[in-house]
């Protein structure tokens, strides 16, 4: 859970200024959000994405996150694909996303262990992306091997407005954003309450041809409420309510569009798709009993639903020949409800300034996930039926030391405990039920240098060297099984540990350019996957994973931004598979290798604000082997344009500004077309979006 996120003060925020951007001096304090602990730590406030654009899919707000590439696996309605730090993912399996510090990462998903599923996001209603990397952090437990994601919502708005969207594809947005008068709601700026309402739908046939198109159609509504009870205690809520159908194109194979009569926007089965549809909420309590305390308690409550048609394969089963094919239909129907208690305080007058953190955590799965085969979505039989029972509960602890006034320490302990039940209903290829448990115990230690500060080791007034800070982080992480890998192998690790390194370095020079560079390194201990595409269990080796990161912002003028971020890293399974011995150089597939983006941002007093960014993904190993096919690197350019005067708005988004064929997501796997008499291993990939253009209109009020 993120409910204590990072300090809004980072060498990179977008719109810092050089005193804000400056080395902090450190001062232990009890407030909601700490000074990063990690060179790999960043916040990223609204306006660093306030001119992203916004296709059909919220999730492209996480690509403010240094080194991660969201992709899409078919359709609009699917969670994403999240590639990061040497890990495919897939849709979130090994970084732990949050909304509000809700986890979004559903367990024991039908189709995925992580699965997350950002399209109940509005994206006008972000106001700020926290982020983390690697397991450093003592709040944040399952998941979090790679890092961490948090999308904070806005509590009010300044004004409301109406927004209109459309253009290529039959592309259609309509958004309402109200808060009400804050002078007659509740007395101004000062006010006692705030309140938002958002309101959106959004539709598009998508590139694909009129008889593939993919009608999505998707329908947000939020709501926040917040009221101070006195001068120390504050309650919040906010409610979501989600809706979407979509047609998805699903991966195609590279030989299909190589040949005759089918091209990268066909479909060999355009019956694939689904529909989703959830309900949450989430209250909040905040008291501080005084100046140096701080408690936090909270409660929330989500119901979920989810039809998923897939078919990757085509027509194996019938061996190349016309008949019922290979799609399967996985169905998530669950309940998802969990709080948190935090308490912090800090302490004056102690011969070592500290503060201390402690909470409790829970959050309770009651699932009902299947998997069928269907034709052209009609359910021709049954392969899986489970009620599944998933609880969890965490204590965490952090104590944070200031021995010498350059230097940090930041030590925390986090255990977990998880309960497992599994009812077998009909039909599973492995109907294995029972009741299980495990726990993890996960010590976190976060070093943070400043030697070269006026009160460091050796001060300095250089600035670049004043501004330095060396992090160094070590911590032990997991990400938990499916409930139904668990009970199948009850011998086999239930919640797969993963030890995080990282040596990193922030600083300033010129009062203008910050720069953030890390080296990392993560080892991953064996782990069994559930399939949820075959209703089977899959062993996976112990891997390991290395990179470099580095992240930079420059302030070409007051109203002129550059960015850019690029990471590199390697990985490799380095132990046996099914009892045989380790094979050198077996390579990850999918594994995120090198990624790169940059962009220039523009904010000008006038009213005039635009945004042309740049993103690219190299190669990557399709399978264990690297002799296979390697998965292609693609480089994309968009733009964003919107002028404003009084209270009306006008805006151009351009995405693909080359008309690059790219790929939104690729795999190496077999399948079978029709006449093909047999399996063929080939590329298979969801084709990113041709040049298409948007324009917007807004009215304030």
Same mark, same amino acid.
Request: charged share 25%.
């Given at each position: 859970?993120?409910?204590?996120?990072?300090?809004?003060?980072?060498?990179?925020?977008?719109?810092?200024?050089? $005193? $804000?951007?400056?080395?902090?001096?450190?001062?232990?304090?009890?407030? =909601?959000?700490?000074?990063?602990?990690?060179a790999?730590?960043?916040?990223?406030?609204?306006?660093?994405?306030?001119?992203?654009?916004?296709?059909?899919?919220?999730?492209?707000?996480?690509?403010?996150t240094?080194?991660?590439?969201?992709g899409?696996?078919?359709?609009?309605g699917?969670?994403?694909?999240?590639?990061?730090?040497?890990?495919?993912?897939?849709?979130?399996?090994?970084?732990?996303?949050?909304?509000d510090?809700?986890?979004?990462?559903?367990?024991?998903?039908?189709?995925?262990?992580?699965?997350?599923?950002f399209?109940?996001?509005?994206?006008?209603?972000?106001?700020?992306?926290?982020?983390t990397?690697?397991?450093?952090?003592?709040?944040?437990?399952?998941f979090?091997?790679?890092?961490?994601?948090?999308? @904070?919502?806005?509590?009010r708005?300044?004004?409301?407005?109406?927004?209109?969207?459309?253009g290529?594809?039959?592309? /259609?947005?309509?958004?309402?954003?109200?808060?009400?008068? /804050?002078?007659?709601?509740a007395?101004?700026?000062?006010?006692?309450?705030?309140?938002?309402l958002a309101? $959106?739908a959004?539709?598009?046939d998508?590139?694909?041809?009129?008889?593939?198109?993919?009608?999505?159609?998707?329908?947000?509504?939020?709501?926040s409420?917040?009221?101070?009870?006195?001068?120390?205690?504050?309650?919040?809520?906010?409610?979501?309510?989600y809706?979407?159908?979509w047609?998805?194109?699903?991966?195609?194979?590279?030989r299909?569009?190589?040949?005759?009569?089918?091209?990268?926007?066909?479909?060999?089965?355009?019956?694939?798709?689904?529909?989703?549809?959830?309900?949450?909420?989430?209250?909040?309590?905040?008291?501080?009993?005084?100046?140096?305390?701080?408690?936090?308690?909270?409660?929330?409550?989500d119901w979920?639903a989810?039809?998923?048609?897939?078919?990757?394969?085509?027509?194996?089963?019938?061996?190349?020949?016309p008949?019922?094919?290979?799609?399967?239909?996985?169905?998530?129907?669950?309940?998802?409800?969990?709080?948190?208690?935090?308490?912090?305080?800090?302490?004056?007058?102690?011969?070592?300034?500290?503060?201390? !953190?402690?909470?409790?955590?829970?959050?309770?799965?009651?699932?009902?996930?299947r998997?069928?085969?269907?034709?052209?979505?009609?359910?021709?039989?049954?392969?899986?039926?489970?009620?599944?029972?998933?609880?969890?509960?965490?204590?965490?602890?952090?104590?944070?030391?200031?021995?010498?006034?350059?230097?940090?320490?930041?030590?925390?302990?986090?255990?977990?405990?998880?309960?497992?039940?599994?009812?077998?209903?009909?039909?599973?290829?492995?109907?294995?039920?029972?009741?299980?448990?495990?726990?993890?115990?996960?010590?976190?230690?976060?070093?943070?240098?400043?030697?070269?500060a =006026?009160?460091?080791?050796?001060?300095?007034e250089?600035?670049?060297?004043?501004?330095?800070?060396?992090?160094?982080?070590?911590?032990?992480?997991?990400?938990?099984?499916?409930?139904?890998?668990?009970?199948?192998?009850?011998?086999?690790?239930?919640?797969?540990?993963?030890?995080g390194?990282?040596?990193?370095?922030?600083? !300033?020079?010129?009062e203008?350019?910050?720069?953030?560079?890390?080296?990392?390194?993560?080892?991953?201990?064996?782990?069994?996957?559930?399939?949820?595409?075959?209703?089977?269990?899959?062993?996976?080796?112990?891997?390991?994973?290395?990179?470099?990161?580095?992240?930079?912002?420059? =302030?070409?003028?007051?109203?002129?931004?550059? /960015?850019?971020?690029?990471?590199?890293?390697?990985?490799?399974?380095?132990?046996?598979?099914?009892?045989?011995?380790?094979?050198?150089?077996?390579?990850?597939?999918?594994?995120?290798?090198?990624?790169?983006?940059?962009?220039?941002?523009?904010?000008?007093?006038?009213?005039?604000?635009?945004?042309?960014?740049?993103?690219?993904?190299?190669?990557?190993?399709?399978?264990?082997d690297?002799?296979?096919?390697?998965?292609?690197?693609?480089?994309?350019?968009?733009?964003?344009?919107?002028y !404003?005067?009084?209270?009306?708005e006008?805006?151009?988004? @351009?995405?693909?500004?080359?008309?690059?064929?790219? $790929?939104?997501?690729?795999?190496f796997?077999?399948?079978?077309?029709?006449?093909?008499?047999?399996?063929?291993?080939?590329?298979?990939?969801?084709?990113?979006?041709?040049?298409?253009?948007?324009?917007?209109?807004?009215?304030?009020?």
């Amino acid at each position: 859970m993120r409910h204590l996120p990072l300090l809004l003060v980072l060498a990179l925020a977008p719109a810092a200024s050089s $005193e $804000e951007a400056a080395a902090p001096t450190y001062t232990v304090d009890v407030r =909601e959000r700490r000074p990063v602990s990690a060179a790999s730590a960043f916040v990223r406030d609204s306006r660093s994405f306030e001119l992203r654009s916004v296709s059909d899919d919220p999730g492209d707000l996480l690509e403010v996150t240094p080194g991660l590439e969201v992709g899409q696996h078919a359709g609009g309605g699917k969670a994403n694909q999240y590639l990061i730090r040497g890990f495919d993912a897939d849709h979130g399996t090994d970084i732990a996303l949050f909304v509000d510090d809700v986890a979004i990462n559903v367990r024991s998903h039908a189709h995925g262990q992580g699965y997350s599923d950002f399209h109940f996001v509005i994206p006008e209603t972000v106001e700020r992306v926290e982020i983390t990397k690697g397991p450093y952090e003592a709040d944040v437990g399952d998941f979090a091997t790679a890092g961490s994601v948090n999308l @904070v919502t806005r509590s009010r708005l300044d004004e409301s407005y109406v927004k209109f969207e459309g253009g290529s594809f039959d592309t /259609q947005r309509y958004l309402l954003m109200f808060s009400p008068d /804050q002078g007659s709601f509740a007395g101004g700026d000062e006010a006692p309450a705030r309140a938002l309402l958002a309101l $959106e739908a959004y539709g598009t046939d998508g590139p694909f041809h009129e008889d593939d198109e993919e009608d999505l159609w998707r329908y947000n509504l939020f709501g926040s409420f917040g009221v101070d009870l006195g001068e120390r205690t504050q309650l919040a809520a906010t409610l979501n309510l989600y809706e979407s159908d979509w047609n998805a194109s699903n991966e195609i194979p590279q030989r299909a569009v190589d040949g005759p009569g089918f091209d990268r926007w066909d479909a060999v089965d355009p019956s694939d798709g689904g529909d989703s549809s959830t309900a949450r909420t989430l209250v909040k309590l905040l008291h501080q009993p005084s100046e140096r305390e701080r408690v936090e308690a909270a409660g929330w409550f989500d119901w979920y639903a989810l039809d998923l048609y897939s078919n990757f394969t085509f027509f194996t089963s019938s061996d190349g020949m016309p008949g019922p094919g290979d799609q399967i239909l996985q169905q998530d129907d669950r309940i998802r409800y969990g709080g948190w208690l935090t308490y912090a305080r800090s302490f004056e007058g102690t011969p070592v300034p500290m503060a201390f !953190r402690a909470g409790l955590q829970t959050q309770n799965d009651d699932a009902h996930v299947r998997l069928r085969t269907s034709t052209e979505r009609d359910i021709t039989g049954t392969t899986a039926d489970d009620e599944v029972v998933e609880r969890s509960l965490a204590l965490f602890g952090e104590l944070e030391l200031i021995p010498l006034p350059w230097v940090r320490t930041v030590i925390g302990l986090r255990a977990e405990e998880f309960w497992y039940d599994v009812d077998h209903i009909a039909g599973a290829s492995s109907p294995a039920e029972g009741e299980e448990s495990d726990g993890q115990l996960l010590p976190k230690l976060n070093v943070i240098l400043r030697p070269f500060a =006026e009160d460091g080791l050796a001060p300095c007034e250089l600035a670049p060297l004043r501004d330095f800070e060396l992090f160094l982080n070590f911590g032990k992480g997991y990400h938990s099984n499916d409930a139904r890998d668990v009970i199948a192998e009850p011998t086999e690790p239930t919640l797969p540990s993963a030890y995080g390194f990282e040596v990193g370095a922030r600083t !300033r020079f010129f009062e203008r350019l910050d720069v953030a560079a890390a080296y990392w390194w993560l080892d991953l201990e064996r782990e069994f996957v559930f399939v949820g595409d075959e209703g089977t269990t899959e062993q996976r080796p112990r891997s390991r994973r290395r990179g470099v990161e580095v992240a930079a912002e420059l =302030e070409l003028l007051d109203w002129l931004f550059w /960015q850019g971020t690029l990471g590199y890293s390697s990985g490799e399974f380095v132990g046996a598979r099914d009892g045989a011995d380790a094979l050198p150089g077996r390579e990850i597939a999918q594994a995120v290798r090198f990624i790169a983006d940059t962009g220039l941002v523009a904010r000008h007093p006038s009213g005039l604000s635009a945004e042309l960014t740049y993103r690219t993904l190299g190669e990557r190993y399709g399978g264990e082997d690297p002799s296979t096919k390697r998965l292609r690197s693609w480089a994309v350019w968009d733009a964003a344009l919107r002028y !404003r005067r009084g209270p009306l708005e006008v805006g151009l988004i @351009v995405e693909n500004l080359g008309n690059t064929h790219w $790929e939104s997501a690729e795999f190496f796997f077999e399948s079978q077309l029709l006449g093909e008499p047999d399996p063929v291993a080939d590329l298979h990939f969801v084709p990113g979006n041709p040049r298409n253009a948007r324009v917007l209109l807004a009215y304030h009020f």
